[in-house]
């Protein structure tokens, strides 16, 4: 039988979203297949969701079948969806149920399939600098919690062969027993910081939504930045605040396809 499946995407870090009745078998070899950017339809991630009045509950894995506790780019393009299907105005709130508990969405605003949406990523936790041994070399990083697990190496942006080398590295270090997410941060300006991103059961992606939050953290923590500032990544730029209740996201999620996956 066919899988129904949308798919979405934030700054052209892209998702597939299969509703939780249509998801059957192994969810990491389904998450696998879907994702397959040649074989399958192609995608960042998979979400199985299950709407509710309020949003929706979400389980994401990652294109290698690995599990995740949340996406902040998953999550706005989840919310996305859900703003569209019940045509949604603005600042109506969405809630999602997620591997890191409830978070709630307020819609700002929507330009045709594209929604944006200031979302609180909740309170950052055991943030702290450390060294990390690497390829022979020591790199100072700041690590924390923001929903799922986040390194973040401040300074100037590595070359693309070092950034491709150090990446997988860090990402995969005995430090982390499930993984990280790994940033690149430079701090260009008090209330500006430039990323790029390693996400953990990925590789490289345009944007991060936690990745960015992460980012705006540290650099505000370690790296003398404001705040309040824009993070921007290859896909495009994003607003965090860090505030005295926690992180806020600001940014935007389009709906690009919906169809159907013959599953074989």
Known sequence: MPIRVTKAHAYGNDFLFVPASDARGDMADLARRLCHRHNGVGADGLIVFEPRPSGATMELLNADGSASELSGNGLRCLAALIARAQSLPPRASVVVETGAGTKQLELIERDGERYTFRAAMGTPENLRQTDIEV????????????????CVVLGPLPAIERFHRIGPLLSTHAMFPAGTNVEFAQVEAPDRVRILIWERGVGPTTSSGTGSSASAVAAA????????????????????????????????AEVVMEGEWIVF
């Open 135 to 150: 390829a022979n070399e020591s790199i100072r990083a700041s690590v924390l919690r923001m929903g799922n697990p986040q």
């Open 221 to 252: 923590a370690h790296g003398g930045a404001a705040r309040s500032v824009d993070v921007v990544a290859p896909g495009g730029t994003q607003r965090v605040e860090w505030r005295d209740d926690g992180v806020y996201l600001t940014g935007w």
